[in-house]
């Protein structure tokens, strides 16, 4: 069946700008997460939605970062006033259930690049 | 300070070689760890879990984990040049998983 999907694989913003990444996980996966990977590191925990809503979101790093999940399925991240340290790959990943980790699976990710 | 603590190479051995990943945590409660294996610009791809003290085998590959030290490892058998990848530590906390900077392998043919 289908992995986790991610959209745009790319995006350039200009500092300032307002971006969105989608993440389509697998179909009856109800645990989604997002990470954030920077270069030469491993990846950062942002949020973990369970179904609807919003888990643990930690990880954000500060309020212009915003995630959403309406419908239990897919997920958008939303970065406001883009910063060049927001550079990254972001990546989704989904779970059967929730508290084992270990089933994630990890989608593509979306390279953002803030010029 | 970071809780996933992993040398970040190169890695570097010949092929038909053992090659040996390790890793310190310094959250004592932590109960479960995973080896992750990350290609050039590809996401990161579950080879092995461990809960337990002690060895656990899955083909050409064991992860060692030692409560006591802190320490966890993962030993590559008859290393192949598609072993080269960077390995990722990580443990669960909560439920969410936290990731080590990585130790890049490469496997020499």
């Known amino acids: 069946g289908a992995g986790v999907s991610q959209t745009p694989s790319n995006k350039v913003t200009e500092k300032g700008k307002y971006v969105e990444l989608r993440c389509d996980p697998i179909s009856g996966h109800t645990a989604l997460y997002w990470y954030r990977q920077s270069l030469g590191q491993g990846p950062e925990f942002l949020i973990y939605f369970q179904g609807t809503g919003a888990a643990d979101d930690?990880?954000?790093?500060?309020?212009?970062?915003?995630?959403?999940r309406p419908e239990g399925s897919v997920s958008t991240l939303k970065i406001q006033r883009t910063e060049r340290g927001d550079s990254a790959v972001y990546l989704c990943a989904s779970s059967l259930e929730t508290g084992r980790p270990y089933e994630q699976y990890f989608g593509p990710g979306t390279r953002l690049t803030v010029t | 300070?970071?809780?996933?603590?992993?040398?970040?190479?190169?890695?570097s051995?010949?092929?038909?070689?053992?090659?040996?990943?390790?890793?310190?945590?310094?959250?004592r409660g932590s109960q479960s760890f995973f080896w992750y294996r990350q290609y050039s610009g590809k996401s990161p791809e579950l080879i092995m879990f461990i809960y337990s003290n002690g060895d656990k085998e899955d083909g050409r590959f064991?992860?060692?984990l030692n409560k006591a030290s802190q320490?966890?490892?993962?030993?590559?058998?008859?290393?192949?040049?598609?072993?080269?990848?960077?390995?990722?530590?990580?443990?669960?906390?909560?439920?969410?998983?936290?990731?080590?900077?990585?130790?890049?392998?490469?496997?020499?043919?």
């Open chain 2, 62 to 64: 064991t992860a060692q």
């Open chain 2, 1 to 11: 300070q970071k809780e996933v603590e992993q040398n970040s190479g190169p890695l």
């Open chain 1, 58 to 68: 930690s990880g954000l790093p500060n309020d212009r970062f915003f995630a959403v």
């Open chain 2, 71 to 109: 320490y966890v490892s993962l030993l590559i058998r008859d290393s192949q040049p598609s072993d080269s990848a960077t390995y990722l530590c990580a443990h669960q906390d909560t439920n969410k998983l936290i990731f080590g900077t990585g130790t890049l392998l490469a496997v020499q043919p």
């Open chain 2, 13 to 27: 051995v010949p092929e038909g070689a053992i090659a040996s990943l390790n890793c310190t945590y310094s959250d």
